[in-house]
């Protein structure tokens, strides 16, 4: 099914996924998840395993929502300056970009 990113619903699939992957692994989270939610770093939710899961998962959503393959552990998000992976807001921002990039494509 492919449809536009609407504003949201990419943060929204992250959260969700987020949410998931707590679940699984036994992680406490806040009731409350937005775009400031610390995902990766001092004071982030996850660890370097946890962090791939949840890259894989958001991947794999947005490939279903959208019908179009991302790519969001690549060179390029590894080796910028800023981590894409801070922030639920960081990640939704690439995840977008990259989103954006391959449907021009």
């Known amino acids: 099914m492919t449809h536009e990113p609407q504003p949201g619903q990419i943060q929204e ?3 969700t996924a987020t949410r998931e992957l707590a679940a699984e692994q ?3 989270i806040a009731k409350t998840l937005d775009a400031e939610t610390r ?3 001092e ?3 996850l660890d370097s395993m946890a962090l ?3 890259v894989i998962a958001v991947e794999q959503a947005v490939e279903e929502k959208y019908g179009t ?3 969001l552990a690549d060179e390029k998000a590894l080796s910028q ?3 894409p992976y801070r922030t639920i807001g960081t990640l939704c921002a690439y995840a977008a970009q990259e989103l954006a990039a ?3 494509a």
Do not use: Y
Request: glycine share 16%; net charge positive.
């Open 13 to 15: 699939i992250i959260v």
């Open 26 to 28: 036994g992680i406490e």
């Open 39 to 41: 995902l990766f770093g």
């Open 43 to 45: 004071g982030g939710l």
């Open 52 to 54: 791939v899961s949840l």
């Open 69 to 71: 393959p991302v790519a």
């Open 81 to 83: 300056r800023s981590s």
């Open 102 to 104: 391959r449907r021009k």
